[in-house]
């Protein structure tokens, strides 16, 4: 690989871009394909293109016909991130599992009794109220949402900023009644319907989870579901 390309790769994961590194088995040329970067060393094809956009979407390294050239797509993407609402004993399973699982963790709680260091060993820890971190966090497609406190005061904030993105998952806590209350309330808010229909909630998929790491497990397995584009059954 040419400096100027390891260079380039390096700046792209350090501003944690999804990249893919394009190699011609047969030649050797090498470039690297971003969301307007389409390997133009390379002069892929729309439809050649559109396989290496998949292979990034799906985080799978993939030898590939391209353009009748075969072709290894190395995939570089940055950690999926989940943002949690709530240092709650939920929290205190999920994180580790997730973080586990590859996910960033990012816990939000502004009772700074809850978020400590104790309680969340080696988790990212954000004391601001949600809306706030929610804001600096700045959701995008590789992230998921779950709001675990009960709390409309921390619950909705997280929401409503996590419905004005991309993010590929989110996730509330809470009875059939709260969740119907809370949708009450985001419809007050402005949000459609539609919009709605995006939260899992109550969250988790319906394994009969009772305790706090049963729950993380059903919340982990159906963000993972959705991630990887599996309908999945909502508790």
């Not at 501003?15 to 030649?27: C, E, F």
């Not at 949402?145 to 909705?156: A, F, G, M, Q, S």
């Not at 993105?165 to 985001?186: C, E, V, W």
């Not at 959705?226 to 999945?232: E, G, K, W």
Request: glycine share 8%.
């Amino acid at each position: 690989m040419k400096i100027e390309t390891v260079e380039k790769l390096l700046d792209l994961k350090a501003r944690k871009q999804q990249v893919a590194l394009v190699t011609d088995l047969s030649s050797g040329a090498q470039d690297l394909f971003t969301e307007g970067h389409p390997a133009p060393v390379l002069n892929l094809s729309p439809a050649a293109a559109g396989q290496v956009a998949l292979a990034i979407r799906e985080d799978r390294n993939a030898e590939a016909e391209l353009d009748g050239r075969k072709c290894f797509i190395q995939v570089h993407n940055p950690a999926p991130r989940l943002i949690i609402i709530g240092a709650v004993h939920i929290s205190q399973a999920l994180a580790p599992m997730a973080a586990m699982a590859g996910y960033a963790v990012t816990v939000v709680d502004p009772r700074r009794a809850f978020a400590t260091e104790d309680r969340f060993p080696g988790v990212t820890l954000s004391g601001e109220w949600p809306d706030e971190a929610m804001a600096k966090l700045s959701p995008d497609v590789r992230t998921a949402v779950v709001t675990l406190t009960h709390d409309p005061k921390l619950d909705d904030p997280a929401l409503s900023a996590a419905l004005k993105s991309p993010a590929f998952y989110i996730g509330a806590l809470g009875s059939k009644k709260t969740h119907g209350a809370r949708l009450g309330r985001l419809t007050k808010a402005g949000f459609t319907e539609a919009d709605l229909g995006r939260i899992h909630g109550p969250a988790g998929l319906d394994i009969g989870a009772k305790s706090p790491a049963e729950i993380a497990v059903s919340v982990l397995a159906q963000l993972t579901a959705a991630r990887r584009n599996r309908q999945s059954q909502r508790a």
